[in-house]
């Protein structure tokens, strides 16, 4: 039996929990830097495997999900966790499936599941938890960019599932050069920001590597597959598991947790089983 297109996308929001470490590690580069590289080096080693390139109307469609996808959400996330920390940063994550179950509501008409919507509560509620608990700090920095990274990752999930795969190429070319997109667009930005690359050591190198081609080449490719096999609001409600992944990292790094944020860890959890019971939404607008 070949695993559920879900259980395999999960294991993307997963990686992603640990990049926050990763980012401590490549310091003193900066966060959006580190953004261009992940998105550009992804999306040049995902290339290099499809050889293919994008044909008439995707040059544009696959520039604008690449705007939305990675160059504006990676840099965003990472000059909010430069803020607020790791596991602070990747909670505002959740946000991400009530922003799509509002758009679908406001502009496809189509009303939330049940599963769904409990699922997008308790997990808001998980969030809240996780934010009030003691040891978080935040600043009005970090959550704006934090929120606006939820935005365009929400609008860019939107986009995929109503878009599709483009006639003739595969999921993994679509991602490649969605990557590619959002990294080229990154860097001037990441030089006007951070200014020139410093010279990582070679201590420094294998968490790079591991950013690029676990955390985001291969990462990506599972997430976008079960967005195309399922749904755009299903796969977003697997975008808890990063800010589990990142606290209990913090955790195993010796940070304490309060009964508060537990049990908003908790929520987070079964907001993820809520939202992954089997449901029948109308896919029509996603094909």
């Known amino acids: 039996m070949k695993p559920s297109p879900l259980l395999l996308a999960s294991l993307a ?7 926050y470490v990763v980012l401590e590690h490549l310091q003193p580069l900066g966060p959006t830097s ?24 995707w040059w544009w469609k696959s520039a604008l999900l690449g705007a939305l996808n990675f ?20 909670t505002l994550g959740a946000l991400g ?6 758009f679908n ?14 699922a997008g509560v308790l997990g808001l509620l998980g969030v809240a938890l996780l934010v009030m608990g003691p040891g978080a700090h935040a600043n009005a920095i970090g959550l704006i960019t934090g929120v606006l990274s939820v935005v365009a990752a ?18 993994l070319a679509l991602t490649a050069w969605q990557l590619c997109w959002g990294g080229a667009l990154l860097v001037p930005v990441a030089w006007w920001l951070d200014g020139p690359l410093p010279s990582l050591t070679p201590a420094q190198l294998p968490w790079l590597a591991y950013l690029i081609v676990v955390g985001t080449a291969v990462a990506y490719a599972l997430w976008f597959r079960g ?61």
Do not use: M
């Not at 504006?72 to 790791?86: N, V, W």
């Not at 496809?108 to 919507?117: D, I, V």
């Open 13 to 19: 929001p997963i990686g992603w929990g640990t990049s």
């Open 34 to 57: 580190v953004a261009a590289l992940r998105a550009l080096g992804a999306g040049l080693l995902l290339l290099a495997l499809v050889r293919q390139w994008p044909r008439g109307e």
């Open 71 to 90: 160059g504006l959400f990676f840099s965003t996330l990472f000059i909010s966790a430069a803020h607020l920390g790791g596991g602070l940063a990747a």
């Open 97 to 102: 499936p009530l922003l799509i179950l509002a």
């Open 105 to 118: 509501c406001a502009a496809l008409r189509q009303s939330p599941g049940p599963a769904a919507l409990k």
């Open 154 to 171: 929400s609008g860019g999930y939107l986009l995929a599932g109503a878009w599709g795969t483009p006639p003739g190429a595969s999921l």
């Open 227 to 287: 967005i195309r096999d399922t749904s755009p609001v299903q796969v977003s409600l697997l975008t808890r598991l990063s800010p589990a992944t990142a606290i209990a990292l913090d955790l195993l790094n010796g940070r304490p947790l309060g009964a508060a944020q537990w049990t908003g860890l908790g929520l987070i959890a079964l907001s993820v089983l809520v939202g992954s019971w089997p449901s029948r939404p109308a896919r029509a607008a996603y094909n």
